[in-house]
């Protein structure tokens, strides 16, 4: 019996800690076809409040220059962040 509920217990732990990880987004982290992802501060709502569909929180993708400067050319509002 014990062996039962310490396998049960075990599956849990590996589904509860593999949800975390989309299998759309295998790529988190890394620049994927030159662009990153992460979701809009408040500082780039402000920064960049001429693009459409910007709000905070929202996902945002874009390409940088210059090492840490966003091109706000680049810039679009998408659906899913997966990464952050």
């Known amino acids: 019996m014990k062996k039962i509920v310490y396998n ?7 589904t509860i800690t593999s949800c975390n990880d989309s299998t759309e987004c295998s790529d988190c982290g890394e620049v994927i076809d030159g662009f990153l992802f992460k ?3 408040q500082d780039d709502f402000v920064n960049f409040s001429t693009i459409d569909n910007i709000e905070v929180d929202a996902c945002m993708r874009y390409k940088i220059i ?19």
């Open 8 to 14: 049960i217990l075990l599956l849990l732990m590996i």
């Open 39 to 41: 979701k809009v501060t």
């Open 66 to 84: 210059d090492r840490e400067e966003i091109n706000e050319k680049s810039i679009s509002i998408v659906d899913n962040c997966c990464c952050n």
